[in-house]
């Protein structure tokens, strides 16, 4: 038996119920979640959502197995096809965001920076500019702390364009 990896929509605010009845039948799904920030009113509240709002991934062998009783099940909406056909998820992009993850599927930031670390920005207006890491996002964002004009100013900036400063 030879699982792949498939992307399913489940119905708007289901991912719970989704998952659940699908495991209930013997499914692998994996739901990878992410915290995010919400401003509601004047505050903020941090609250966890999937990675991919509307989708999951739900793994099963098309081969031997009918796959449209998946469309039915509670909390589902649709099994994602292309030109009616099902096309499978690379079994290495399943695993290596499964890495990123936690036990109970939420993504972990990447530790490769701490807050306080000097880093050099790589790309960018202020290429080559020294800053130091503030706080991190879930979406790859960081806050970074730069003297400008001998202001210290606050940028956010995607991790792929920064380093550690030797």
């Avoid at 799904?29 to 992410?34: A, D, E, Q, R």
């Avoid at 500019?129 to 970074?144: G, L, N, P, Y």
Wanted: proline share 4%.
């Amino acid at each position: 038996m030879s699982k792949e990896w498939f992307i399913l929509q489940f119905k708007p605010n289901a991912h719970h119920k989704a998952e659940m009845n699908l495991n209930r039948q013997g499914f692998e799904t994996f739901l990878p979640l992410s915290d995010f920030i919400l401003q509601q009113n004047s505050r903020f509240i941090k609250t966890t959502k999937p990675l991919f709002p509307g989708y999951m991934f739900i793994a099963f062998d098309s081969k031997n197995m009918s796959w449209g009783k998946i469309n039915y099940t509670y909390g589902v909406s649709r099994l994602i096809t292309f030109n009616s056909a099902l096309k499978a998820v690379p079994t290495s992009f399943i695993i290596n965001l499964m890495k990123r993850c936690d036990a109970s599927g939420k993504l972990q930031v990447n530790k490769q920076f701490k807050k306080g670390d000097q880093v050099k920005i790589l790309n960018g207006p202020f290429t080559n500019f020294i800053a130091t890491v503030e706080t991190f996002e879930a979406d790859k964002r960081i806050w970074i702390l730069m003297d400008l004009m001998g202001r210290e100013t606050k940028f956010k900036i995607d991790i792929n364009n920064l380093k550690i400063s030797n």
